[in-house]
């Protein structure tokens, strides 16, 4: 920070490093666009206007997540979310409802603001994940991001009817040898 001249707050210093980045990556010739922290954008880094802004933030709270896409793409910016879908976090008893009532598009803004939302992604931190536990772990609850990202969404609004339809999902992930969690207290027909 000395030889850069700066002295202000840690977020000068990241601003700094992330603007070299992207100079870096938008000098590429596979250049693409980019993806970029919703941090990035938040602390003002001149950013392409092809970024995708990732929201990944205060995981299952839509209070401030909201808000957060409704800024990115009242911007211009296409936006991914993933502050709902944190499949690391795991809670006692059924916890996928909650995967699977988020609703990316669920914010304030207008239908092009809403346009601009690509979708989302389900993620798994590793701090307590390694090649014993990662499968069980993942599936079957990511099963109800794929179904309310991948489905339309006049179909994916009721968890309740997804339940017997993620049931069999998991059965059937069972039956091909696969150590999956219970989406709750349920059995799978002949499989122990």
Known sequence: MN???????YSELEEYYIT????????????????VWEEVFDNGVKIAPDTVVHVWKY???????????????AAGYHALLSSCWYLNYISY???????????PQGFNGTEHQKSLVLGGEACMWGEYVDTTNVISRIWPRAA????????PSYK????????????EHRCRLRRRGYSV?????????GIL
Do not use: F
Not at 59 to 73: A, G, H, L, R, W
């Open 20 to 35: 070299r980045l992207l100079e870096i990556v938008s000098n590429l010739t596979t250049h693409n666009g980019y993806i």
């Open 3 to 9: 030889s850069l001249n700066i002295t202000g707050q």
């Open 181 to 189: 969690e219970p989406l709750g207290s349920s059995y799978c027909p």
């Open 59 to 73: 995981e299952n709270n839509p209070k401030m997540y909201y808000p957060e896409i409704e800024s990115v793409t």
């Open 156 to 167: 994916t609004k009721n968890a309740d009817r997804a339940s017997h339809r993620l049931e």
């Open 144 to 151: 109800p991001v794929a179904e309310r990202l991948w489905s």
């Open 93 to 103: 008893g059924v916890d996928w409802h909650k995967y699977y009532e988020c609703d």
